[in-house]
Structure formats: structure tokens, C-alpha cells
């Protein structure tokens, strides 16, 4: 069964960085597309980056010059990067699989930024 584990999560003070990982298990990693999600307090899921099977990436506006999506496939390993982080970057951040089995998604990690 192929899953999805995310890490990294933590509280930061607003302006911090932190690196988040989703470790995805699954011979055929190279061919999954990925992407990165999070649900603030009381809001929708939003996508935040995305990277596809061949390292083409994709960010939402809010994330566009501060976050950076990469992936190892040695290590079948996805991260997001965040820096510049700020109060309303709080919010559980999912991984994904986008492209099997109709979406693998992980637990999540929380991630909160005080001011």
C-alpha cells in the first residue's frame, strides 16, 4: 500500500523558516507528481506548490518567492521549504500524491507561526 508521511512541522516566530519533508513510500516514486496542501484554522485545504515527475513546479501566490518545493527521488522524498514565514502561514500541511490511485494523501503537519 503506498503512503505518505509528512515531518518537519513546528512552531517558528514569524519571519523564521522551517523545511518540511513527506517521505512516500512505492518503487515507482520517480513517476509520482507531488504537491503540497494546507488547511488553516477554520479554512479550506489550499494547494500551496506542486512538482510534477520531471521537477517542474508550480506555486500558488501566496507561496511564489517564499516557499520552494524540490524532491529527491534517491530518497523518495518531497520538501517544502518555507521562509519569510508569517502568522497566516499557520495551518496543517499536507503531501500528496496527485497522479495515483486518485490522490495518496498524508496526515499532515502543523505548522504555527507567532508573532
Known amino acids: 500500500q503506498v503512503q505518505v508521511v509528512e515531518s518537519g512541522g513546528g512552531l517558528v516566530q514569524s519571519g523564521g523558516t522551517l523545511r518540511l519533508s513527506c517521505l512516500a513510500s512505492g518503487s515507482i516514486f520517480p513517476f509520482y507528481a507531488m504537491a503540497w496542501y494546507r488547511q488553516g484554522p477554520g479554512q479550506q485545504r489550499e494547494l500551496v506548490a506542486s512538482?510534477?515527475?520531471?521537477?517542474?513546479?508550480n506555486y500558488t501566490h501566496s507561496a511564489k518567492g517564499r516557499f520552494t518545493i524540490t524532491r529527491d527521488d534517491a530518497k523518495h522524498t518531497v520538501y517544502l521549504e518555507m521562509t519569510s514565514l508569517k502568522p497566516e502561514d499557520t495551518a496543517v500541511y499536507y503531501c500528496v500524491i496527485t497522479n495515483y490511485n486518485n490522490g495518496v494523501w498524508g496526515k499532515g503537519t502543523l505548522v504555527t507561526v507567532s508573532s
Open positions: 512538482i510534477s515527475s520531471t521537477g517542474l513546479t
